[in-house]
T-cell receptor, first 114, second 111 residues
Framework: ETGVTQTPRHLVMGMTNKKSLKCEQH?????MYWYKQSAKKPLELMFV???????ENNSVPSRFSPECPNSSHLFLHLHTLQPEDSALYLC?????????????FGPGTRLTVT | QKEVEQNSGPLSVPEGAIASLNCTYS??????FFWYRQYSGKSPELIMF????GDKEDGRFTAQLNKASQYVSLLIRDSQPSDSATYLC???????????FGTGTRLTIIP
């Protein structure tokens, strides 16, 4: 256990559904991240939050909407997704931003869009 | 050109031998380098990070960084079957928290 939890662990949704992924970190970290991991592709950074403020949006489609109410919680709201959005969505946290900030990952949510 | 290049493998190594995993990167501004281990169906787990040229050792693991040649490697001594996993190389730039990952090398330790 890394101290980063994610729910749900598995999610199947239709293209017209709306769902949310939740991430919680118990490490006292200040920065949180959303990544997407697809088969045979590198991990892709989606969003970065530092002290609840979004500091990076890596050209992610608007059908993905992040929310960070406090430094311990991070959500990813999903709506009108496409089948190609099926992937493992990983949340991570680090003590702070910076080039030597070690990031710790949660177990991920396996998303299938039908 | 990919930002981070890793041989996808699979790399097969006999138990007890040294496993050598390599990673090259294209961004000369890269400052810190990370090795993550990912078991099948699990999330990445940080093994080591290195930001100075040379070697850094932690138990059976040694990370090696050569910024002039733009490569970083991970050596695993006395390989165990439990080391069988995909190893991801990643880097960040100074002042930037963005981790850029390679596609990973799948390592199999043969008993």
């Amino acid at each position: 256990e890394t101290g980063v939890t994610q729910t749900p662990r598995h999610l199947v949704m239709g293209m017209t559904n709306k769902k949310s992924l939740k991430c919680e970190q118990h490490l006292g970290h200040n920065a949180m991240y959303w990544y997407k991991q697809s088969a045979k592709k590198p991990l892709e950074l989606m969003f970065v939050y530092n002290f609840k403020e979004q500091t990076e949006n890596n050209s992610v489609p608007s059908r993905f909407s992040p929310e960070c109410p406090n430094s311990s919680h991070l959500f990813l709201h999903l709506h009108t997704l496409q089948p190609e959005d099926s992937a493992l969505y990983l949340c991570a946290s680090s003590q702070d931003r910076g080039f030597i900030a070690e990031q710790y990952f949660g177990p991920g949510t396996r998303l299938t869009v039908t | 050109q990919k930002e981070v290049e890793q041989n996808s493998g699979p790399l097969s190594v006999p138990e007890g031998a040294i496993a050598s995993l390599n990673c090259t990167y294209s961004d000369r501004g890269s400052q810190s380098f990370f090795w993550y281990r990912q078991y099948s169906g699990k999330s990445p787990e940080l093994i080591m990070f290195i930001y100075s040229n040379g070697d850094k050792e932690d138990g059976r693991f040694t990370a090696q960084l050569n910024k002039a040649s733009q490569y970083v490697s991970l050596l695993i001594r006395d390989s165990q079957p439990s080391d069988s996993a995909t190893y991801l190389c990643a880097y960040t730039n100074f002042g930037n928290e963005k981790l850029t990952f390679g596609t990973g090398t799948r390592l199999t330790i043969i008993p």
